[in-house]
């Protein structure tokens, strides 16, 4: 669980360092009609983290058994392949501080790490497992794996917003 961790730091430390130097207007600027904002896109991760954390302490403190083969989650970072967020974890398209962003996405991970930590036995999350929207029946240990795989995703979505940014 440590390289899932660090992973963890060293991908919201990288998402950190591309938006902290974003003006607040910036960061609510949305390159087209149907793309998302950085805004938007940091709290899509937001949203999906804090879904992730309930749905992880749902599940190990659920005494039903659940086990599922790993899937490809790795393709997760391949952006040319679209997917649509489903819809609870859609951004509410209200603007948004960059400094109050930052805080969001400290509090989201601040509680799944407490998840994770409260856990006697971490063996539980590849014992347990729930439905993604896109990958199917997948192990919780997944689930955490593709948290830090899907901000990757994002990052790039970020930089190529930055590029619109730059020329607004």
């Known amino acids: 669980?440590?390289?899932?961790?660090?992973?963890?730091?060293?991908?919201?430390?990288?998402?950190?360092?591309?938006i902290k130097s974003f003006t607040n207007?910036?960061?609510n600027y949305k390159p087209g009609k149907?793309?998302?904002s950085v805004a938007e896109v940091c709290h899509h991760l937001v949203l999906l983290e804090g879904?992730?954390?309930?749905l992880i302490h749902h599940l190990v403190t659920n005494p039903e058994m659940n086990k599922?083969?790993?899937?490809?989650?790795h393709l997760a970072t391949d952006r040319s392949t679209k997917f649509n967020a489903p819809e609870i974890v859609q951004p509410s398209g209200e603007p948004f501080e960059v400094q109050q962003m930052l805080e969001m996405l400290n509090d989201a991970r601040n509680k799944l790490l407490k998840i994770l930590d409260s856990l006697e036995d971490q063996s539980v999350l590849a014992e347990r497992s729930a439905v993604h929207p896109v990958f199917g029946e997948?192990?919780?240990?997944?689930?955490?794996?593709?948290?830090?795989?899907?901000?990757?995703?994002?990052?790039?979505?970020?930089?190529?917003i930055k590029q619109f940014v730059n020329r607004h």
């Open 138 to 160: 997948m192990p919780l240990t997944q689930w955490i794996e593709l948290i830090y795989l899907h901000e990757q995703r994002h990052i790039e979505q970020i930089k190529e």
């Open 68 to 73: 599922a083969e790993s899937k490809p989650i």
């Open 1 to 18: 669980m440590s390289s899932v961790n660090e992973n963890l730091a060293e991908t919201r430390n990288h998402l950190v360092d591309e």
């Open 34 to 36: 149907d793309q998302w």
């Open 25 to 27: 207007e910036e960061f």
């Open 51 to 54: 879904r992730t954390a309930k």
